[in-house]
């Protein structure tokens, strides 16, 4: 069975600073994606890394894809308030028929 | 272009009761994947659909849990008499073929609360 784990599970941090969060998974996959929610709303597609060493940045977040580590990070550079939200790493197993594997979640707290 | 419809937004239900979640897929989508969170969970695979046919429901709960996707109408996640523990966030998503699931998209979810 595919198991995804997310670490840290919470973060709190200042504005300013910058934090890494990590995504491992049990199984090859070179498939994984990143989610951001809000609470009560629907999930947000943040990135999709489709291949090994596969790197993409969007203002001040950066994921990166590790497929021999079986690893991805999500770095957070300089947070700021807006930030705060739950995010969510899933892996695409693939043979499983596109269907995904969600991590449990890092909930991100940016204090002012 | 409106995107991955559900509703209701928010069910409440008594225990015993039965819940009915629709979900209608963006225009030109044909595949639907269900997801259940749990209260500070990540996303459970529930089941996944295309039209008229049931194609991997290896996350569905044996018993009390079903889903449909007719040929005409929304999809359907159906659960019978209803306990505590279904309360939780119910997603889909749908995506133009089974193959790509960068191009899943979500719907703003249907909030099950069981009393």
């Known amino acids: 069975e595919l198991k995804v784990e997310q670490n840290p599970l919470f973060l709190s941090m200042q504005e300013g600073k910058n934090y890494t969060i990590y995504c491992n998974y049990s199984?090859?996959?070179?498939?994984l994606y990143w989610y951001r929610q809000d609470p009560g709303k629907s999930l947000e597609s943040l990135f999709v890394?489709?291949?090994?060493?596969a790197v993409k940045q969007e203002g001040r977040l950066m994921a990166s894809l590790d497929t021999k580590a079986r690893l991805s990070t999500l770095h957070i550079t300089a947070a700021v308030h807006d930030l705060s939200a739950t995010y969510f790493c899933?892996?695409?197993?693939?043979?499983?028929?596109?269907?995904?594997?969600f991590g449990e979640g890092t909930q991100l707290t940016v204090n002012p | 272009n409106a995107g991955v419809m559900q509703n209701p937004r928010h069910l409440v239900r008594r225990r015993g009761q039965e819940a009915r979640l629709r979900c209608s897929p963006m225009?030109?989508?044909?595949?639907v994947y269900w997801y259940r969170q749990l209260p500070e969970e990540g996303l459970k695979f529930m089941v996944y659909l295309q039209k008229e046919n049931i194609i991997d429901e290896s996350g569905m709960p044996k018993e009390r849990f079903s889903a449909e996707f007719p040929k005409e109408g929304p999809s359907i996640l159906r659960i019978q008499q209803v306990v505590r523990g279904d309360s939780a966030a119910y997603f889909c998503?749908?995506?133009?073929?089974?193959?790509?699931?960068?191009?899943?998209?979500f719907g703003p979810g249907t909030r099950l609360t069981v009393t």
């Open positions: 998503a749908s995506s133009p073929n089974g193959g790509a699931p960068w191009e899943q998209y």
């Open positions: 890394l489709l291949s090994n060493g």
């Open positions: 225009k030109g989508h044909s595949h």
């Open positions: 199984t090859t996959s070179d498939r």
């Open positions: 899933a892996v695409d197993e693939l043979r499983s028929g596109s269907r995904l594997t």
